[in-house]
């Protein structure tokens, strides 16, 4: 059981906006910035989103961040079939004095 | 531009160490402003944050793993390696070598190496 709660997967149509939640709580999201990977099945994780709402370099600015209170939500607009991936969220957590990600969300475009 | 890769054993048997090594190119891990760490993904699982060293020596890991994880950094080849001892199936897993983008705690990874399959199995 994952720290951060994601829900296990979402789907939408090609074009369309999707959005992910990571839930968490005030010793981890509450407290520190949010960071988002996206991982194509079979390769290594890829920063997308840092410090709630930054892109690296590189990024389109089809995806975006947003953090309130104790969750945090990754949007992605446009969406193409290259989207389809897994997504993480990941913070630290000051009471277990790690680093935790959330379950993972597979995102499927119809 | 910064790449990592990961290298060590396929297979490790039960109740022995764990050995993995990151080769870092296009940067030194003598830097003082990065850090460098192993996350794990179990097959078909999420993602595990291992632990995080400095070159200087500096290291934090994960609390439910510290007790058996030794990481160290190598200068002279710029390279930074993962020990885990005791292992059993639950450590199989692809383990990932990454940068931090700064010291802080809640730093994102990132750079990652395309990771390393370890399974534990005699």
């Known amino acids: 059981q994952s720290v951060l709660t994601q829900p296990p997967s979402v789907s939408a149509a090609p074009g369309q906006r999707v959005t992910i939640s990571c839930s968490g709580s005030?010793?981890?999201?509450?407290?520190?910035?949010v960071s988002w990977y996206q991982q194509v099945p079979g390769t290594a994780p890829k920063l997308l989103i840092y410090?709630?709402?930054k892109r690296p370099s590189g990024i389109p600015d089809r995806f975006s961040g947003s953090k309130s209170g104790t969750s945090a939500t990754l949007g992605i607009t446009g969406l193409q079939t290259g989207d389809e991936a897994d997504y993480y969220c990941?913070?630290?957590?000051?009471?277990?004095?790690?680093?935790?990600f959330g379950g993972g969300t597979k995102l499927t475009v119809l | 531009q910064l790449q990592l890769q990961e290298s060590g054993p396929g297979q490790v048997k039960p109740s022995e160490t764990l050995s993995l090594t990151c080769t870092v190119s296009?940067?030194?891990?003598?830097?003082?402003?990065?850090?460098w760490g192993w996350i794990r993904q179990p097959p078909g699982r999420g993602l595990e944050w291992i632990g995080k060293?400095?070159?200087?020596?500096?290291?934090f890991y994960n609390p439910p793993l510290k007790s058996r994880v030794t990481m160290s950094v190598d200068t002279s080849t710029n390279q930074f390696s993962l020990s885990l001892s005791s292992v059993t199936a639950a450590d199989t897993a692809v383990y990932y070598c990454?940068?931090?983008?700064?010291?802080?705690?809640?730093?994102?990874?990132?750079?990652w190496g395309q990771g390393a399959l370890v399974t534990v199995s005699s």
């Open positions: 990454a940068r931090l983008l700064r010291t802080d705690g809640d730093s994102p990874f990132d750079y």
């Open positions: 296009g940067d030194s891990i003598s830097s003082s402003y990065y850090y």
């Open positions: 060293l400095l070159y200087g020596g500096s290291t």
């Open positions: 005030i010793s981890n999201i509450g407290s520190n910035y």
């Open positions: 410090d709630n709402n």
């Open positions: 990941g913070t630290w957590d000051i009471s277990l004095r790690t680093v935790v």
